[in-house]
């Protein structure tokens, strides 16, 4: 039995050399960051090699860079903290209908909060329109938040000419970042964001670490509020190793991203390639070109994800779905549906995501596994049945 | 994923009686309403006895799980006792089930629960017009 991970979306693993610039932080060098001592000055220089590292990545200035404990912290951080510091200008807010829940989540709050939310649409693919954008935005918009790319479905935002449209009405814009940043190439300034989050665990950095990068001279409110720590914008004692290892993560990321690309695309697209041939009735989700190097994310009509999920971790093999069975509030994925994908396909979500160690052999595998278990399922389908019979009779 | 069992898991691993009865006597089709999946369960009955059960589902491991339970506790029980299987029983001969799969054993209890009243009301009529019990 194989032994495959594909959920590098869930998180990637620490890669060695990320581990080894974390591990002093630990032991030897183990200072407070706001110490005026040696130890605190050690401490103090790891955080802003790393910070240094972090703005490189995405082509911002250090100062620029603020650590958080998460992705989802830099989402809530940016989307309640730009809301709060803007509203004497108004109280309106735009997302798009397929955020992650850190952001969307977020904007649901700030409603209770007094704060009026609009939702973009997306099409098919999973695709914001920039016009839909434009026609969101009113004299009272403040704060405009929409994903840089989804990672469940891999499509990649037009950010750069949403940014375009944003720009124009004065409103804030800030882009969640987390599954794209350390995976393709990111300008803040080219895309002409505001404010935009990530996390390392995407990229072979550590669980439990992002960054929020905010252009120099936008007000936040402090996430939380206590020291002087990140120029007082989030207090709390520095997590220094985390901090040491998403800098070393940025600096692999940032130094192999062509090379890593070109690998994951590659898997991908034999998947994406080989799976609907050896299935019948599995459709790509997701835009076909417009998407992340490392994502290949399906519908199997007729049958559960949860159990496609167990019965493939059966067989060594770890994927994710967004199937309304697997979510905790039993809801089909909000992105899928959002899409325009029915319910009962969308319970059939499966998403593979590929990592530094996957091979084309983990693809053959994968193409060997998946059609007895998607068979055995479809045998006990009563969809299936029903479908079999109408087509049988000539009907749809 | 859930924390199944090591019973769930045998059972969603190895369902038993999994299929459709021609023919069958009663036949029970329910939605989940939670989800939206499906589960139908198929019955033969002799002499007021449940004499075979199959099903199919459309559901997660839970419901793969408790479908195939429900058909071994129906199996060989009379029509009243087989009446008298509730999600909660069900959920204890599976040893327990993850709190927010719950409702995935009501999805078995009930479409068992219809397959016999199908079959209560097939018969109701084939007695007033053939004046007798089983064919
Ligand atoms: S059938 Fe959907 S959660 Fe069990």
């Given at each position: 039995?194989?032994?495959?991970?594909?959920?590098?979306?869930?998180?990637?693993?620490?890669?060695?050399?990320?581990?080894?610039?974390?591990?002093?932080?630990?032991?030897?060098?183990?200072?407070?960051?706001?110490?005026?001592?040696?130890?605190?000055?050690?401490?103090?220089?790891?955080?802003?090699?790393a910070?240094?590292?972090?703005?490189?990545?995405?082509?911002?200035?250090?100062?620029?860079?603020?650590?958080?404990?998460?992705?989802?912290?830099?989402?809530n951080?940016?989307?309640?903290?730009?809301?709060?510091?803007?509203?004497?200008?108004?109280?309106?807010?735009?997302?798009?209908?397929?955020?992650?829940?850190?952001?969307?989540?977020?904007?649901?709050?700030?409603?209770?909060?007094?704060?009026?939310?609009?939702?973009?649409?997306?099409?098919?693919?999973?695709?914001?329109?920039?016009k839909d954008?434009?026609?969101?935005?009113?004299?009272?918009?403040?704060?405009?938040?929409?994903?840089?790319?989804?990672?469940?479905?891999?499509?990649?935002?037009?950010?750069?000419?949403?940014?375009?449209?944003?720009?124009?009405?004065?409103?804030?814009?800030?882009?969640d970042?987390?599954?794209?940043?350390?995976?393709?190439?990111?300008?803040?300034?080219?895309?002409?964001?505001?404010?935009?989050?990530?996390?390392?665990?995407?990229?072979?950095?550590?669980?439990?670490?992002?960054?929020?990068?905010?252009?120099?001279?936008?007000?936040?409110?402090?996430?939380?509020?206590?020291?002087?720590?990140?120029?007082?914008?989030?207090?709390?004692?520095?997590?220094?190793?985390?901090?040491?290892?998403?800098?070393?993560?940025?600096?692999?990321?940032?130094?192999?991203?062509?090379?890593?690309?070109?690998?994951?695309?590659?898997l991908?697209?034999?998947?994406?390639?080989?799976?609907?041939?050896?299935?019948?009735?599995?459709?790509?989700t997701?835009?076909?070109?417009?998407?992340?190097?490392g994502?290949?994310?399906?519908?199997?009509?007729?049958?559960?994800?949860?159990?496609?999920?167990?019965?493939?971790?059966?067989?060594?093999?770890?994927?994710?779905?967004?199937?309304?069975?697997t979510?905790?509030?039993?809801?089909?994925?909000?992105?899928?549906?959002?899409?325009?994908?029915?319910?009962e396909?969308?319970?059939?979500s499966?998403?593979?995501?590929?990592?530094?160690?996957?091979t084309?052999?983990?693809?053959?595998?994968?193409l060997?596994?998946?059609?007895?278990?998607?068979?055995?399922?479809?045998?006990?389908?009563?969809?299936?049945?029903?479908?079999?019979?109408?087509?049988?009779?000539?009907?749809? | 994923?859930?924390?199944?069992?090591?019973?769930?898991?045998?059972?969603?691993?190895n369902?038993?009686?999994?299929?459709?009865?021609?023919?069958?006597?009663?036949i029970?089709?329910?939605?989940?309403?939670?989800?939206?999946?499906?589960?139908?369960?198929?019955?033969?009955?002799?002499?007021?006895?449940?004499?075979?059960?199959?099903?199919?589902t459309?559901?997660?491991g839970?419901?793969?799980?408790?479908?195939?339970?429900v058909?071994?506790?129906?199996?060989?029980?009379?029509?009243?006792?087989?009446?008298?299987?509730?999600p909660?029983?069900?959920?204890?001969?599976?040893?327990?089930?993850?709190?927010?799969?719950?409702?995935?054993?009501?999805?078995?209890?009930?479409?068992?629960?219809?397959?016999?009243?199908?079959?209560?009301?097939?018969?109701?009529?084939t007695?007033?017009?053939?004046?007798?019990?089983?064919?």
């Amino acid at each position: 039995m194989g032994e495959v991970y594909l959920d590098h979306v869930a998180t990637t693993p620490v890669l060695p050399e990320v581990l080894e610039a974390m591990l002093p932080y630990f032991k030897d060098a183990y200072g407070n960051v706001q110490s005026l001592h040696s130890w605190g000055d050690k401490a103090r220089e790891a955080v802003e090699e790393a910070r240094g590292k972090v703005a490189d990545l995405i082509g911002g200035v250090a100062e620029e860079i603020i650590f958080t404990a998460s992705g989802t912290e830099s989402n809530n951080f940016a989307v309640k903290g730009l809301a709060m510091a803007h509203q004497a200008r108004g109280k309106h807010i735009v997302v798009s209908a397929i955020e992650h829940f850190s952001v969307l989540h977020s904007a649901k709050t700030l409603e209770k909060w007094g704060f009026e939310l609009s939702e973009v649409p997306v099409d098919k693919y999973g695709l914001v329109d920039p016009k839909d954008v434009a026609r969101s935005l009113r004299k009272d918009t403040i704060l405009v938040s929409i994903m840089h790319a989804n990672s469940e479905v891999g499509t990649i935002e037009p950010i750069k000419e949403i940014a375009r449209v944003v720009k124009q009405s004065g409103a804030i814009f800030h882009t969640d970042a987390v599954a794209s940043a350390g995976s393709i190439p990111i300008n803040v300034k080219g895309l002409g964001v505001d404010a935009l989050s990530l996390a390392a665990n995407q990229f072979y950095g550590p669980k439990g670490v992002g960054a929020l990068w905010l252009k120099k001279g936008v007000r936040i409110i402090p996430f939380l509020d206590g020291g002087v720590q990140e120029e007082g914008r989030r207090a709390g004692t520095e997590n220094v190793p985390a901090i040491a290892g998403l800098g070393k993560a940025a600096e692999l990321a940032k130094a192999e991203m062509g090379a890593r690309a070109k690998r994951f695309s590659a898997l991908r697209d034999k998947l994406i390639a080989g799976l609907p041939s050896r299935i019948e009735h599995v459709l790509v989700t997701g835009h076909p070109t417009k998407r992340l190097p490392g994502n290949a994310s399906f519908c199997v009509e007729f049958i559960e994800g949860e159990a496609m999920l167990m019965l493939l971790n059966s067989q060594g093999i770890a994927v994710s779905s967004g199937s309304a069975c697997t979510s905790r509030a039993l809801k089909a994925s909000h992105v899928l549906i959002a899409m325009g994908i029915p319910h009962e396909i969308a319970q059939g979500s499966l998403l593979f995501s590929f990592g530094l160690d996957n091979t084309g052999e983990d693809v053959d595998y994968v193409l060997e596994t998946m059609p007895p278990i998607v068979d055995r399922l479809r045998q006990m389908s009563p969809l299936y049945a029903k479908f079999l019979k109408d087509k049988s009779r000539g009907g749809k | 994923m859930p924390v199944y069992n090591e019973k769930v898991m045998e059972h969603f691993m190895n369902p038993r009686n999994v299929g459709e009865i021609e023919n069958a006597d009663g036949i029970g089709e329910v939605g989940n309403p939670v989800c939206g999946d499906m589960m139908s369960f198929y019955i033969k009955v002799d002499n007021n006895r449940i004499s075979d059960v199959k099903y199919k589902t459309f559901g997660c491991g839970a419901a793969i799980a408790v479908s195939s339970m429900v058909s071994e506790m129906a199996k060989g029980k009379t029509l009243e006792e087989a009446k008298k299987i509730t999600p909660a029983l069900v959920a204890k001969e599976l040893e327990g089930l993850p709190k927010n799969k719950y409702h995935c054993s009501n999805l078995g209890a009930q479409a068992l629960n219809k397959a016999i009243d199908n079959y209560l009301k097939k018969q109701g009529k084939t007695a007033k017009s053939q004046k007798g019990g089983k064919k």
